[in-house]
């Protein structure tokens, strides 16, 4: 049966999300591949799904109301900006499909969240990429160049997936100025939580302030080690927040997400141990690429891009041999680059590095 023949035929060119490598049955892995908090899951959040596994026969709090309640006061935000969503993933498919319709424009970095993409093309909008400077950071005077009237959504992910860079605060502002409330500016800010206290950084929730249509986006996979169960938040103005409703799916944040997410917003021994983990391991595997001679983006993130030298496909499968997993970057156009996540022991940095040393000087001696 030809099912193309029923399906919009648009869809034929949305190219599918490719995930990290999953681990299976592998002994002794170590995987960098995507973003995950390697210290792992804290404990009130285990117990957490202990408490809750005797009501799983019971639907969720479609409203997500008590979970809403304690984002409004993490945030110190009135309630009705606050939207919880199953990750970010969703939030931005939400967004795709209230503002972008056929032959609406919607623009992006490249490389930049690979989402961003394909849920343009899903809508069958006009994906406008606009390629980051020579420091890897988001382009914005040619993003400013790029609005008209035309343009419906601006997704600007500050820090930068997968670059790890930041769009400074003039920056931002002048984005904003530019597009002047003509369409909607995505703030995804996924790793707000490792950005450096010294950066010239400006928070999406002092954005949405002054700015009716900015949308912030939070995840909480990252900084709560909370990958698994898949919670985030849309935080805007309240206009923007019953818009987005409309598509909502029912019973859209779990049982299990809310009542862990509640619980580990009360963690602040863990959020702080993240943050100083990772900067700690960040400075580590830093110093470790300079010693080995490779050029890497300075980070703000939990995750580092470095240019290997040879191809970066190969370089996974090798490294893999080793049970180190990696995320090649040849699907956004950087064919020798990869992308590591922080490891949380300095031990696995170091193993890191000396899988990376030897399979790059392996593949060179084949080449």
């Given at each position: 049966?030809?099912l193309?023949?029923?399906?919009?035929?648009?869809?034929?060119?949305?190219?599918?999300?490719?995930?990290?490598?999953?681990?299976?049955e592998?002994?002794?892995?170590?995987?960098?591949?995507?973003?995950?908090?390697?210290?792992?899951?804290?404990?009130?959040?285990?117990r957490?799904?202990?408490?809750?596994?005797?009501?799983?026969?019971?639907?969720?709090?479609?409203?997500?109301?008590?979970?809403?309640?304690?984002?409004?006061?993490?945030?110190?935000i009135?309630?009705?900006?606050i939207?919880?969503?199953?990750?970010?993933?969703?939030?931005?498919?939400?967004?795709?499909?209230?503002?972008?319709?056929?032959?609406?424009?919607?623009?992006?970095?490249?490389?930049?969240?690979p989402?961003?993409n394909?849920?343009?093309?899903?809508?069958?909008?006009?994906?406008?990429?606009?390629?980051?400077?020579?420091?890897?950071?988001?382009?914005?005077?040619?993003?400013?160049?790029?609005?008209?009237?035309?343009?419906?959504?601006?997704?600007?992910?500050?820090?930068?997936n997968?670059?790890?860079?930041?769009?400074?605060?003039?920056?931002?502002?002048k984005?904003?100025?530019?597009?002047?409330?003509?369409c909607?500016?995505?703030?995804?800010?996924?790793?707000?939580?490792?950005?450096?206290?010294?950066?010239?950084?400006?928070?999406?929730?002092?954005?949405?302030?002054?700015?009716?249509?900015v949308i912030?986006?939070?995840?909480?996979s990252k900084?709560?080690?909370?990958?698994?169960?898949?919670?985030?938040?849309?935080?805007?103005?309240?206009?923007?927040?019953?818009?987005?409703?409309?598509?909502?799916?029912?019973?859209?944040?779990?049982?299990?997400?809310?009542?862990?997410?509640?619980?580990?917003?009360?963690?602040?021994?863990?959020?702080?141990?993240?943050v100083?983990t990772?900067?700690?391991?960040r400075?580590?595997?830093?110093?470790?690429?300079?010693?080995?001679?490779?050029?890497?983006?300075?980070?703000?993130?939990?995750?580092?891009?470095?240019?290997?030298?040879?191809?970066?496909?190969?370089?996974?499968?090798?490294?893999?041999?080793d049970?180190?997993?990696?995320?090649?970057?040849?699907?956004?156009?950087l064919?020798?680059?990869?992308?590591?996540?922080?490891?949380?022991?300095e031990?696995?940095?170091?193993?890191?590095?000396?899988?990376?040393?030897?399979?790059?000087?392996?593949?060179?001696?084949q080449?």
């Amino acid at each position: 049966m030809d099912l193309t023949r029923l399906m919009k035929k648009h869809l034929l060119q949305v190219q599918p999300y490719v995930a990290g490598r999953p681990i299976r049955e592998e002994k002794n892995v170590l995987k960098l591949a995507s973003n995950e908090n390697l210290l792992g899951v804290p404990e009130s959040v285990k117990r957490k799904i202990q408490e809750i596994a005797s009501n799983l026969n019971l639907y969720p709090d479609d409203g997500s109301y008590f979970l809403k309640k304690k984002l409004a006061e993490y945030y110190k935000i009135d309630e009705d900006y606050i939207f919880p969503t199953s990750g970010a993933v969703e939030a931005i498919y939400y967004v795709a499909q209230v503002f972008l319709d056929e032959g609406d424009e919607t623009i992006m970095s490249k490389p930049g969240f690979p989402i961003f993409n394909i849920v343009g093309k899903i809508q069958n909008a006009v994906c406008i990429f606009v390629d980051v400077d020579r420091n890897f950071v988001a382009d914005v005077d040619e993003m400013v160049k790029r609005v008209n009237d035309k343009t419906k959504v601006v997704w600007l992910d500050n820090p930068n997936n997968p670059c790890g860079t930041i769009v400074e605060r003039d920056g931002v502002l002048k984005l904003l100025d530019a597009i002047n409330g003509r369409c909607i500016l995505v703030y995804d800010e996924a790793y707000v939580d490792f950005v450096e206290p010294d950066a010239d950084y400006i928070n999406g929730l002092e954005l949405i302030k002054e700015h009716e249509n900015v949308i912030v986006m939070r995840t909480y996979s990252k900084i709560f080690g909370m990958a698994g169960i898949r919670s985030g938040t849309i935080i805007a103005h309240p206009d923007i927040v019953s818009i987005l409703s409309k598509v909502r799916i029912p019973f859209n944040v779990n049982s299990v997400a809310q009542a862990c997410l509640m619980a580990a917003m009360e963690e602040d021994e863990f959020y702080r141990r993240s943050v100083e983990t990772n900067a700690k391991m960040r400075s580590l595997v830093s110093a470790l690429l300079n010693e080995y001679g490779f050029y890497y983006v300075p980070s703000h993130t939990n995750f580092v891009l470095v240019d290997t030298g040879v191809d970066c496909v190969l370089l996974a499968e090798e490294m893999g041999k080793d049970g180190v997993f990696v995320r090649p970057m040849k699907g956004v156009g950087l064919p020798k680059f990869i992308r590591v996540s922080f490891p949380a022991k300095e031990e696995d940095c170091l193993r890191f590095i000396e899988s990376l040393n030897r399979s790059v000087q392996k593949l060179r001696a084949q080449s």
